[in-house]
């Protein structure tokens, strides 16, 4: 064993000296309660720092604590060590180089290279024949960084030597998260390949379902024998349900379903009632297309695409990436590229449209420090702290840095001149934001729009204090609907955070073109014949915009004048117009035969965009307003607890607001429908526990939920829940402090305490904390109602995510952004200067308000 301090400049490492094995054992006995052995279950992180991507490749290592098992970068492994107290550390370092030439220039005859032993991704962009790879552990002590070379059975206790195999053996925590591995592990069901079909004439529509024997319309299953849609139960999926697939299952022993909502080209979630498990079922296209639901034609092709879609669709791949335009590589701060994870571009376009945004770099970047400082005991599981991993990362230049001009000129003269970009790897973001949702967790390809929701959401709940970056995004909506029989008007507001525009199809202005292309494609698919170039739709933007603001109808709502459900007409407009405005263009729909389809449309989206003319205007000169009598509060029956409409849940849900918000909106609204629910919402949408879970009363929410019906809870944590902390010896300041930090949860909220031993009356933080909950008491009289930034609504395009594919479901997405004034692309890892930017083929575009 060696002292060395070399890695940290410590005084008196340049000496060396050799140690007894009881010497070794006598440096480790102070921490030998420390040290531990990874059990089943526990995520051995050995890959990536948790607060930053460096890994066993990077110039410092990675420093693995031994008794968490976490990992950390040079940069941030000292401050582990000051706020847990944890000495012991295994040091991994992973060293690359470049293979030995011989007398004519060729490598050297590669030995096996038993040098070799962690379990770690090599670097694609490093050619194999060019370059070697040596692999050195060894555990260092804190804080004087004793060093002890590994392997050392001899002198090592025997505890320590178990283990440190175990955590150099041990596999990646996200190997479990892949598909391949759990969908592999699935058995095949005894009954997939003999499945008795009944020709009953059921055909299952694309959308609109409702289980045969209740009002339930989701969680909704498919009997694969008689077509039979009905609810789950509680006890499989985590979704609530009434058991009505189960008991079909009793009555007539038809033994599989499949999940709807979960069908894509890859397959869909199968279960099986007789084996009482989850189960693939090898012939799942075969028995879906008997009721009308086709898959193989989605799954001809790599990409999701059918074998009749590749020749048109060449073009918008390589228009949409640029493709035969030789690109100039970008590197720096606000270059940095995602390398895709399987299907995880969707994310990458995303974030990186996110993090372009200067309030986000601010409220997670600029608080680096503070972030990191306070982040819980394992970081990998706090929002917060990846938000902000995550931005640097990007930002931070760290990740992109040219080819120095020796391997430039060495990659001229091989004539291998390939821009060397490898980007980030968010993989620990994505398990993070993903977990416990059943799509973004999968490897399937999903939709951009719905992320950037759920992301919304996920800022919403974590906010930092008394700033929150999603609010740039948050504008009110008025909403006039006049009832068809009184002609009497309601004015309401909801919150939503992007604008959504129809396709304006019959607003073409190429149908004569179109005809012809459609004529011509026929004819080839008839004759078997190459199809001719894609022709695509010429939509006006002022045609969707129009569209935007038509009248829809509306078929149930409650009209207090009639006192009772009625028929009305809905029109909306901008109450307030948000700083930031998202545009989705609704490219994508279902076909009759349960194909997405996507719209090809090509959009004149503008680089200025005006739409103060959609500005709300209010109750009119002549109109007559409903009466303000709300219908009758209606206090659930606890016997009926489970009893929600999940219709009205979805529909509220489409509007953005968080899933666990409209459920609470409905039950407390006595299931009364979405309008009814929606002014709940409303009026409850600033309470701290807004998006936390419903509880049903007598199961310990009784107090909770009460309150939320009858006028909302303040920001204030319950004096009973501060008395609890402060019985265990802690201050009332830091009990206030760790419960607004974790949404008044004892159990987190004692977590949350432990986590920042540092605490020790953090006056600025605390002054602002109790100036926000005095606020909020006072503001109980006059509520100040939802956030917004309000202003002109003159905006102006600075990047635009597009799509390539026939539906969400497959394809790729790419980001585009106005940096430094030129267009940049975002292709996963890879980052260049745009030189045709596709606007007008975008799918979500980002608007920034310009001034006044």
Known sequence: MQRRGALFGVPGGSGSRKMAAGDIGELLVPHMPTIRVPRSGDRVYKNE????????????????????????????????????????????KRHVREKVRGASGG???????SKIFLDLDTDDDLNSDDYEYEDEAKLVIFPDHYEIALPNIEELPALVTIACDAVLSSKSPYRKQDPDTWENELPVSKYANNLAQLDNGVRIPPSGWKCARCDLRENLWLNLTDGSVLCGKWFFDSSGGNGHALEHYRDTGYPLAVKLGTITPDGADVYSFQEEEPVLDPHLAKHLAHFGIDMLHMHGTENGLRDNDMKPRVSEWEVIQ???????????????????LG???????VMQAIFSIPEFQRAYVGNLPRIFDYSPLDPTQDFNTQMTKLGHGLLSGQYSKPPVKSELIEQVMKEEHKPQQNGISPRMFKAFVSKSHPEFSSNRQQDAQEFFLHLVNLVERNRIGSENPSDVFRFLVEERIQCCQTRKVRYTERVDYLMQLPVAMEAATNKDELIAYELTRREAEANRRPLPELVRAKIPFSACLQAFSEP???????????????????????????EYLVVQIKKFTFGLDWVPKKFDVSVDMPDLLDINHLRARGLQPGEEELP????????????????????????????????EACRKAVYFTGNMGAEVAFNWIIVHMEEPDFAEPLTMPGYGGAASAGASV??????????????IITSMGFQRNQAIQALRATNH???RALDWIFSHPEFEEDSDFVIEMENNANANIISEAKPEGPRVRDGSGMYELFAFISHMGTSTMSGHYVCHIKKEGRWVIYNDHKVCASERPPKDLGYMYFYRRIPS
């Open 49 to 92: 720092c948790a607060f930053s991507y460096d890994s066993p490749s990077s110039e410092g290592g990675l420093y693995v604590c031994m008794n968490t098992f976490l990992a950390f970068g040079r940069e941030h492994v000292e401050r582990h060590f000051r706020k847990t107290g944890q000495s012991v550390y295994m040091h991994l």
């Open 107 to 113: 490598a050297l005859p590669k030995r096996r290279n």
């Open 322 to 340: 640029e493709s035969g335009t030789k690109l100039k590589p970008m590197y720096g701060p606000g270059y940095t590229g995602l390398k895709n």
């Open 628 to 659: 303000d009598i709300s219908p009758p509060i209606v206090i659930p029956d606890d016997s009926k607890a489970s009893d929600i409409d999940e219709s009205s849940v979805m529909q509220l849900a489409e509007m953005g607001f968080p899933l």
């Open 343 to 349: 299907n995880s571009c969707y994310l990458s376009a």
């Open 710 to 723: 009858f006028g909302g809870l303040d920001n204030q944590p319950p004096e009973e829940i501060v008395a």
């Open 552 to 578: 829809d109808n509306v078929d149930d709502f409650w009209s207090s004048a009639l006192q009772a459900k009625s028929a009305g007409v809905k029109t909306s407009r901008f109450a307030s117009f948000p």
């Open 745 to 747: 949860n004892l159990e």
